[in-house]
T-cell receptor
Framework: DAGVIQSPRHEVTEMGQEVTLRCKPISGHNSLFWYRQTMMRGLELLIYFNNNVPIDDSGMPEDRFSAKMPNASFSTLKIQPSEPRDSAVYFC??????????FGPGTRLTVL | KQEVTQIPAALSVPEGENLVLNCSFT??????LQWFRQDPGKGLTSLLL?????REQTSGRLNASLDKSSGRSTLYIAASQPGDSATYLCAVYSGGGADGLTFGKGTHLIIQP
């Protein structure tokens, strides 16, 4: 298996632009997680899905953030409009039935 | 709300030493605990997973222990090597469903050649 796949690996955009991050979980996993990592706050959970259904989005910082999982093999995290304080590394992870979580390589987002 | 603390925040030791990284969590009602390694600018690599019913797990030179009642875990690295230099993250999974992991801030480890 190729593991969790994320794209793009790096994204540089200007304030106010829409940003879409993509994730393909490990085949057969039924849970998908989006995390954000910053120097100040470390790794934080943004949202997670169970069987493609969003379970808890209380970690999403603002209404500018939204996430979807249209099928078991694809998820997106969208920021609209983006702001400089959104600059961070965004990780996607997947697991099976609450077991070990496997992380993707991350997307490094820079908002100018 | 679960909180995870890792001590020390940074550690520098000569090659060949055995060392211990510490992790504590405030709510003992956990499902499992994972130790990760993160290299600079890279993603997270899972090292060891300990279920709440287990006391320890071993993989090569790594040994992780779990004392759920006291809210503590340790990662023991034997015969450290320069290639072990990285940030080590402890994370707990508290939900019976599909909750996310709660992470510590990590221990930045440097092994001096």
């Amino acid at each position: 298996d190729a593991g969790v796949i994320q794209s793009p690996r790096h994204e540089v955009t200007e304030m106010g632009q829409e940003v879409t991050l993509r994730c393909k979980p490990i085949s057969g996993h039924n849970s998908l997680f989006w995390y954000r990592q910053t120097m100040m706050r470390g790794l934080e959970l943004l949202i997670y899905f169970n069987n493609n259904v969003p379970i808890d989005d209380s970690g999403m910082p603002e209404d500018r953030f939204s996430a979807k999982m249209p099928n078991a093999s694809f998820s997106t995290l969208k920021i609209q409009p983006s702001e400089p304080r959104d600059s961070a590394v965004y990780f996607c992870a997947s697991s099976l039935l609450g077991r070990e979580q496997f992380f993707g390589p991350g997307t490094r987002l820079t908002v100018l | 709300k679960q909180e995870v603390t890792q001590i020390p925040a940074a550690l520098s030791v000569p090659e060949g030493e055995n060392l211990v990284l510490n992790c504590s969590f405030t709510d003992s009602a956990i499902y499992n605990l994972q130790w990760f390694r993160q290299d600079p600018g890279k993603g997270l690599t899972s090292l060891l997973l300990i279920q709440s019913s287990q006391r320890e797990q071993t993989s090569g030179r790594l040994n992780a222990s779990l004392d759920k009642s006291s809210g503590r875990s340790t990662l023991y690295i034997a015969a450290s090597q320069p290639g072990d230099s990285a940030t080590y993250l402890c994370a707990v999974y508290s939900g019976g469903g599909a909750d996310g992991l709660t992470f510590g801030k990590g221990t930045h480890l440097i092994i001096q050649p």
